[in-house]
Structure formats: C-alpha cells, structure tokens
C-alpha cells in the first residue's frame, strides 16, 4: 500500500511560470518530509523539507506549503526555470536514530519540463 | 568536501550471480541507508545502519544483506540475482537532517 501519493505524474510549465506538485500522505505518524530534485543519471539531491509543526517554509524559489489536517503538501517553484527540468520527489518518514532520517518513503515522482 | 560516492557506477551481472555495492559516506556522517530504484519509480528503502549496526530493514528478501564498518562505510550485498533486481542503487548519508544520496550504481542482471 502506497504511504505517498504524488501528483501530478508529469507537468509542462512555461519559462517564468510557477509549478505545482502535490503529495498526500497517510500515516500520522510521519514527522519529516523533504522533496528531493533528480536529474537523469544523478541521484536525489534535496531540495527542501519541512516538520509538520509549521505551515510553510521558503528558500529562495522553491516553497513548502504543508496541511497537517488534510494530510497534504506541495512544493511551489516560482518562476520556473528550463533548468529546473527534473523529476521531482515528495518523500517523508518518521525520526530515526541519531536523529538521521534512514527510512523515507517516497512518492512516485513528477517529471518536470519548463519550456522556454 | 566530497558527497556521497558510491562503486561501481555500472555493473551487469548474470542471473544467479552474487554482487556486492559500495558506498563512503560524506566525512562526519555516521548513519548509511540503501535505497533501490526501478525506473520510472521513486526510490525504496532496503537498509539503514547507523553506528555499525542495523537499524531498519525495508521488504525486500533475505538475498540482500549489507553492513557497515568501522570508519562508516558500507557494502550492499545481493546474492542469487534475479532479474527484477535490475535498478539503480542508491546510497545515502546523513547526521542529524536530511539524506543526502549518492549518484548510485546502476545493476544490470542478463
């Protein structure tokens, strides 16, 4: 059973445009969730992530918004770029030892193209 | 400072065969996680050591193993390879915050 639903599973976006990609997550439990860029033949880089204890965080273009009481987060990227062209990844999971985050579980990703 | 480097970049095995994957981890970090990732698809938890042991074990079968060792790096383990197990493997560290991955070993099984 999938734990996070992503969506969408593609999306064009204009140069200058914002892109949207949402998740939906089930388990309560989960306390982190970070998005994670790939570009092809690269693994994951993160992005930005968040703890359900605040509403919205920003850097630089990319924002998080998260609902805790929906079991919802996006990632917002204003004025898309031709270089943000990449699959994109929602994932969360809960603490784990030494506080490090061992056990994501991620999204299926949205691959990600912006036209110049 | 250097990330996450991960060998092989590529490999092609034979059904059947035995591989094992490496990983050093970024110089600090003392929790390694293997995650697996089929095409198309996000990536999977396989493992999570931390401090030299084993700390979570995602669903995949007893073929696969790994370990960490003393200075924190760590070797992925698959015997009797099926060819479902063609993906690319990913290796990740962190300390106290976000995974950070490597650029993965891309297993081929033929």
């Known amino acids: 059973q999938q734990q996070v639903k992503q969506s969408p599973q593609s999306l064009i976006v204009q140069k200058g445009g914002i892109s949207i990609i949402n998740c939906a997550y089930e388990n309560t439990a989960f306390d982190y969730f970070p998005w994670y860029q790939q570009f092809p033949g690269k693994g994951p880089a993160l992005l930005i992530a968040?703890?359900?204890?605040?509403s919205e965080k920003k850097e630089g273009r990319f924002t998080i918004s998260f609902n805790k009481s929906a079991k919802q987060f996006s990632l917002h990227i204003m004025d898309s770029q031709p270089g943000d062209s990449a699959t994109y990844f929602c994932a969360a999971s809960m603490a784990g030892y030494g506080g490090s985050q061992g056990n994501l579980i991620f999204g299926k990703g949205t691959k990600l193209s912006v036209k110049p | 400072d250097a990330g996450v480097t991960q060998s092989p970049t590529h490999l092609i095995k034979t059904r059947g065969q035995h591989v094992t994957l490496r990983c050093s981890p970024i110089s600090g970090h003392k929790s390694v996680s293997w995650y697996q990732q089929v095409l198309g698809q996000g990536p999977q938890f396989i493992f999570q050591?931390?401090?030299?042991?084993?700390?979570g074990r995602g669903n995949f079968p007893d073929r696969f193993s790994a370990r960490q060792f003393p200075n924190y790096s760590s070797e992925l383990n698959v015997n009797a390879l099926l060819l479902g197990d063609s993906a690319l493997y990913l290796c990740a560290s962190s300390s106290g915050g976000g995974l950070h991955f490597g650029n993965g070993t891309r297993l081929t099984v033929t």
């Open positions: 968040i703890r359900p204890d605040v």
């Open positions: 050591y931390y401090e030299k042991e084993e700390r």
